[in-house]
């Protein structure tokens, strides 16, 4: 596990960027979000114990990275196109 989180990538995004984007990519976001277990398991744990991992947050219903960075599960297309 501790090796996937590592592999993680995050997205420098505000969270008020997140909820003014077009609802498709909204959608696409939660989707690779849903679909990567590691996520889901990172998730789990952050909802059990909020301290679980120091540098992650489950924050308005989204994971979140230290200085409010949005984990974006694992999904290259939908990566390239948000760094685009």
């Known amino acids: 596990m501790a090796e996937a989180l590592s592999q993680m ?8 960027i997140i909820h003014q984007m077009q609802p498709d990519m ?3 976001i939660q989707h690779a979000f849903l679909k990567d277990v590691n996520l889901q398991q990172l998730k789990q744990k952050l ?4 301290n ?3 540098h992650y947050h489950w924050i308005n219903e989204e994971l979140r ?17 948000i760094l685009q």
């Open 9 to 16: 990538t995050t997205l420098d995004c505000n969270p008020m």
């Open 52 to 54: 679980s991992h120091k």
């Open 26 to 28: 909204s959608q696409k």
């Open 65 to 81: 990275k230290k200085k409010g960075r949005l984990v974006v599960g694992n999904d290259v297309e939908l990566r390239q196109f």
């Open 47 to 50: 909802k059990t114990n909020p």
